[in-house]
């Protein structure tokens, strides 16, 4: 454990706190949502919603939903104070249960489902609940903000996190190992009490209080009388000090208002356990887990204020294991209200010796007298004080960390909450591993494997290009970037050919790498002559915990992601770029806003290190700040280099459509702190880019970058549509064909003459070639200007930009349809009805 120091302490490693790291993400830019609000409807809604919204009930929330394109926010805004005999918690809680449970049956994988919550006693349960749900369905790719502060402008993440967002940021929780407290001199006994103190740990607690001298007299509390061994014990505690015992349930106030208020120390440990997966969860099972901790640490706060109060809280609050998600809330509402410790597994006595609920591999339940030190050190020392001071509960747990986080019902494999508990020495290169004896034998051919993928993460071959990676997500999922193929390439190149300036040619991008699952990625680098050929493949791996499948999965095709050629790089071919990109830069472009909401719409979500700002364009140049780059040990950053790129969103018809698909040739020198980039498209359609550090002098040169369409954008997917003949007072008023190519066509309902009267204009495309895509984006502007326009993207003998076009055509404003010339003029009629989203 990295954090462990060294010390002859006994209680050493048994100590963790949850500490808040500022993290990166990205985000979506969502146009229209589906609101769940828990609280009042006021004018002033949190910024950073999507702008158009709609309020939904949670029973309609599903429909809502969908309607809304399929995403879906609880917003809990309220601040109501849970008050004696609560029913609030308990009502938010099981519609809460109810809504994922209905999303977990009806709604897998379709939604994007967001829970933004305020930073308030109202939602402290709530939180646990939730981080028990996103285990037990993954598939919800549950979204979970707790908002701390009222000005703070939520996010809406692309992928699955818990995050706290505060003004300075985003901040993600991460649990880490600290030194246990000092032991302090004990001050004078007092009177205390102990809830759920007539068996298991509570009496054990009571015992020890009496025994270490931390109390001169004590009263038990529980719903029923000591029995067997444990009336034993209260018995021959009675022999010795005035110990009291009072039958009470503290989730009735009446009742806690019966006990006695002159106590200096009140120790909760009164709770219930009963698990149960959220679907199968009944009401009884919630309430009789929920009480004693939600009502009972709420009556006991107010029936002893001046009282010293501390609680038994679990660790599965924090990790919010499957089947515990009543549990987990009811420990998380406990931390929120007072001073607590998250307790691991305890054995020799409690719950999970009655329950007979053994440990879980890698879980090492801790013995009384041990758990009872541990409890002693924060009870005297900083317990009160953290809590106080807002700080998280201490936890205090046994674990073989390696075992244990292999558990899947308690951790997901890429569980971020676990980064800093062990941090894996990082690979000695960015390309992973290298093979010893998997080459030909002639020295000719070098091998490296990388596990990426969220079982990569962090603890087997943890690699800086995965946590780059999860700033790239395209459509929806973690999508390793093409630039990263480019990083590793010229890392690999450099390595066997001892040069810091690298040349790449003919970069193939064949596949997306997604890291949705855990792959493994081999760099296979072949040397001939002055240079040689790279490859880049990858191969599924089983989950975490599932090894014995590992024969299998070497028996898995492997997929081809990238190809290309490498040889030392000639440093003229940078001075002659060098030229072009001071031409594009003492142009004075026009500012083009931010290209990213673009992006988003077209299903590429960014995070800040895939991010630049700046952006200019003309029709054939365009330039951008580059992010400035974190320090990894990579020859050339990916994110830098991905934002050179996104300046072919600016100058190329696909718009933010286009993928990589190859590059002619890349020159890079190793090392470059790279802060501006310059692209051209140049006469024959070819583009090509120059990244610069800061004093001008290029660091990465890209020629002859080729683009594939993404997918179709939303607008252009296919839509079935029933075509019925219009009533003649609805039809549509005249429209101008404009060029031969719309008015050859003879299209009912047109005009043809600028001077007649016409409510929008037609035009018509056959688009075979980039040329033709461009020609029709600028003619289409022009009339998108003037009026209304709709585009008929030809597509009868295999026009193969005919997408292209269309897409060219919605992104500078006009609607576009593609299809045959026959089914268009059949259609024409009709197609004034349909809005712009159809
Ligand atoms: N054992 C563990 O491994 C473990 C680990 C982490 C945290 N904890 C926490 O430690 C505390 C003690 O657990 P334990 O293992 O000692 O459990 P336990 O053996 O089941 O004892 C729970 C006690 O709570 C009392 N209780 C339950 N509901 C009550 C109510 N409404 N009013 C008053 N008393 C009530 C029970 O007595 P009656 O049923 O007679 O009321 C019993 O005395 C719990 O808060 C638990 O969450 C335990």
Redesign the pocket.
């Known amino acids: 454990v990295a954090a462990r120091s060294e010390g002859s302490d006994s209680l050493e490693g048994l100590f963790y706190e949850t500490a808040y790291e500022q993290v990166e993400v990205s985000c979506l830019h969502l146009r229209e949502a589906a609101v769940i609000l828990d609280g009042e409807s006021s004018s002033k809604m949190p910024g950073g919603l999507p702008e158009n919204f709609v309020l939904a009930s949670p029973s309609r929330a599903l429909e809502a939903a969908r309607a809304m394109g399929g995403t879906l926010i609880f917003l809990g805004e309220s601040d109501l104070e849970p008050g004696e005999d609560d029913t609030t918690q308990e009502e938010l809680l099981a519609s809460c249960m109810s809504l994922l449970s209905a999303l977990a049956r009806e709604a897998k994988g379709e939604l994007e489902i967001f829970f933004v919550l305020k930073a308030n006693l109202r939602y402290s349960a709530l939180w646990g609940l939730l981080r028990a749900a996103a285990h037990e369905h993954p598939e919800l790719r549950l979204r979970r903000m707790l908002r701390e502060g009222d000005g703070v402008t939520m996010l809406l993440p692309a992928l699955p996190c818990e995050l706290n967002l505060r003004s300075e940021g985003a901040f993600a929780p991460r649990l880490r190992a600290v030194a246990p407290p000092a032991a302090v001199p004990l001050g004078a006994a007092r009177n205390a009490l102990v ?10 607690v009571g015992k020890w209080l009496l025994e270490s001298g931390r109390a001169s007299s004590l009263v038990l ?5 000591a029995k067997g061994e444990a009336a034993e014990v209260v018995r021959s505690l009675q022999e010795k000090w005035p110990v009291e015992v009072r ?6 106030w009446a009742e806690v208002q019966q006990l006695p208020d002159d106590c200096d120390l009140v120790i ?6 009963k698990d149960g997966l959220l679907m199968n969860l009944t009401p009884e099972d919630a309430s ?1 887990v929920l ?3 939600i ?2 640490s709420l009556h006991l706060k107010r029936h002893f204020p001046r009282s010293k109060l501390f ?6 609050g924090l990790i919010g294991p499957a089947g515990q998600s009543t ?1 987990a809330a ?2 998380t509402f ?1 931390d929120a209200l007072m001073p607590s410790i ?6 020799e ?7 007979g ?1 053994d440990p879980l591999p890698g879980e090492l ?2 013995p009384v007298a041990q758990g009872m030190e541990c409890l002693g050190r924060v009870l005297d020392g900083p317990g009160l004080e953290r809590h106080a001071q807002g700080q998280s509960p201490l936890c205090v747990l046994g674990a073989d960390w390696e075992a244990y986080r292999q558990n899947a019902t308690v951790f997901a494999p890429d569980e971020q909450l676990l980064a800093g508990i062990e941090v894996p020495a990082q690979p000695a290169s960015s390309l992973g591993e290298r093979c010893e004896g998997d080459s030909r034998g002639d020295g000719h051919v070098q091998r490296w494997t990388l596990i990426l993928g969220a079982a990569g993460a962090r603890w087997r071959g943890a690699s800086t290009l995965w946590e780059v990676s999860q700033q790239h997500v395209v459509l929806g999922t973690t999508v390793f970037p093409a630039t990263g193929f480019v990083s590793l390439a010229l890392e690999a190149a450099a390595s066997v050919l001892d040069v810091s300036l690298v040349q790449l040619s003919d970069v193939s991008f064949l596949r997306p790498l997604e890291l949705s699952t855990t792959r493994r990625l081999t760099t296979t680098l072949v040397r001939s002559g002055a240079g040689g050929t790279l490859r880049f493949s990858s191969v599924p791996l089983p989950p975490a915990g599932q090894e014995e499948d590992q024969e299998e999965a070497s028996k898995a095709a492997s997929t081809l992601h990238c190809t290309c050629s490498f040889a030392a790089g000639n440093a003229s071919v940078l001075a002659q770029q060098e030229l072009e990109a001071k031409a594009t830069q003492s142009q004075s472009l026009p500012a083009v806003p931010s290209i990213y909401a673009r992006f988003a719409a077209a299903g590429y979500f960014y995070g800040p290190a895939f991010q630049g700002s700046g952006f200019a364009a003309s029709a054939s140049s365009a330039s951008c700040k580059l992010p400035a780059s974190k320090p990894a040990n990579l020859a050339v950053q990916p994110g830098n280099l991905d934002v050179a790129l996104q300046l072919a969103s600016l100058l190329h018809p696909l718009g933010c459509r286009g993928a990589p698909q190859a590059i002619r040739r890349l020159v890079a020198r190793s090392g470059t702190q790279l802060s501006t980039a310059t692209g051209q498209l140049t006469a024959m359609g070819q583009l090509n880019f120059q990244a610069l550090d800061a004093s001008g002098k290029v660091g990465c040169s890209i020629e002859g970058l080729s683009m594939a369409a993404l997918d179709a954008p939303a607008t252009l997917q296919t839509r079935r549509c029933v075509w019925k003949p219009l009533a003649t007072e609805t039809r549509r008023g005249a429209w101008l064909a404009v060029g031969t190519e719309a008015q050859s066509l003879g299209l009912p309902g047109t005009v043809d003459r600028e001077e007649e009267s016409h409510e929008a204009v037609v035009m018509a495309v056959r688009a075979s070639s980039l040329e033709d895509v461009l020609r029709c984006r600028r003619e289409v502007s022009i009339q998108v200007a003037k009026k209304r326009c709709w585009l008929l993207a030809l597509q009868d003998q295999g026009e193969t930009f005919a997408e292209a076009a269309a897409a060219a055509a919605i992104e500078v404003g006009a609607h576009a349809i593609i299809g045959s010339a026959s089914a268009l003029s059949a259609v024409a009629e009709g197609l004034g009805h349909f809005t712009n989203d159809q």
């Open positions: 809830t759920g103190g007539l068996r298991g740990l509570g009496l054990q509390v529980g719903r029923n009388s039958n009470c349930d503290v989730s009735n909760h440990c009164a709770g219930n356990i009789q009480r004693p901790k009502r009972g609680a038994f809280s679990s660790s599965s549990y009811a420990n406990v998250q307790w691991g597994g305890w054995g006595v409690g719950m999970a010796l009655d329950l609920i339940f801790l």
